[in-house]
């Protein structure tokens, strides 16, 4: 936070790569690596819903975090949903990272993707995660799963790349600094940012399915994290309250799109979404209460496919 009541994001700190052409010490191995992550947190659930669609889930083991952050951070608990360390047997997050660097001060952060063979942290980056998953770990992917996408192909990486630089500040972050913002000016810089964002890809995806085209990508998956959230919480929670989601006719229906993907509808656990921010997040709701609604129908027909007629030019 800086002096004038803009929210920053810490970099994250552990940025090794798996290669699967003998340039990195961690090789591409099933049943090597384990990711850790909240089911809460945008950013882990993207690597979740990449490991699920992938069909990764058998080659990369998972754990999960209670959606609350407590005194010590984030923990591991017998709490509906939660997936213990079975890895490392740790109860809080932060001894993994102590564990990969004992001189480690900073806070713990999801997603982690563990190396069980050197017994330490690859990656906490969420975008190189996923990225990982694409392209290293595609070969095993397909063996394990029949209708394997390629959610980064060669052709198309740069316009994911740039579409997914485009959506970091204004909408994935962006609610965030508007959320977290303490003062008034910035809050509004970044509400603006998230609306006017809003409108932006509602109009895209008013012509296309997917952001990049006919086709589920990278850019899909890290556009939806924080749209599911967006009524949500981001709505109330984070006072971007200009419109409910469901009132941008071409992000709602693609969020149900995707919603109704089984590979990623299990990946999302409204529960914990909506008791991290509203529990954890005591300077912005100190009564901890959580709100019973909103009601959302996310299995509702979203008329997403290539002979919709708002999918029309």
Not at 109 to 114: A, I, K, M, N
Not at 116 to 144: C, D, P, Q, Y
Not at 146 to 168: C, G, H, M, W
Request: hydrophobic content about 35%.
């Amino acid at each position: 936070m800086t002096d004038r009541g803009e929210f920053t994001r810490n970099l994250t700190g552990f940025r090794d790569q798996i290669r699967d052409d003998n340039t990195s010490r961690f090789a591409v191995e099933a049943n090597r690596y384990h990711l850790y992550i909240s089911w809460a947190c945008p950013w882990a659930h993207r690597t979740a819903i990449a490991r699920s669609l992938l069909g990764l889930e058998e080659i990369i083991s998972l754990s999960a975090v209670d959606p609350v952050w407590n005194e010590n951070g984030w923990t591991f608990t017998s709490e509906p949903g939660c997936i213990p360390d079975f890895v490392n047997h740790k109860s809080d997050l932060i001894d993994l990272y102590r564990l990969a660097d004992p001189a480690y001060e900073g806070e713990e952060t999801t997603p982690v993707l563990w190396d069980k063979k050197h017994k330490t942290i690859v990656n906490n980056e969420s975008l190189e995660i996923i990225k990982i998953f694409a392209t290293e770990f595609a070969v095993l992917g397909r063996h394990s799963k029949k209708n394997f996408p390629d959610l980064y192909p060669a052709s198309q990486r740069t316009i994911i790349d740039q579409v997914i630089s485009e959506i970091y500040p204004t909408l994935n972050n962006g609610v965030y600094r508007a959320g977290f913002a303490t003062a008034q000016r910035p809050y509004e810089r970044a509400y603006r940012d998230v609306f006017a964002a809003l409108e932006h890809w509602n109009a895209e995806l008013g012509l296309r399915r997917y952001v990049c085209g006919d086709q589920l990508t990278l850019a899909d998956i890290c556009l939806f994290t924080t749209l599911l959230r967006f009524d949500l919480v981001y709505y109330s929670h984070f006072k971007c309250n200009q419109k409910h989601l469901y009132e941008y006719p071409h992000l709602w229906g693609f969020v149900r799109d995707l919603y109704q993907t089984p590979e990623i509808r299990k990946t999302c656990h409204f529960d914990h979404i909506k008791r991290h921010y509203y529990i954890s997040q005591k300077h912005i709701n100190p009564t901890q209460v959580v709100p019973v609604g909103p009601i959302l129908d996310f299995d509702l027909p979203h008329g997403r496919g290539v002979d919709s007629a708002c999918l029309r030019k």
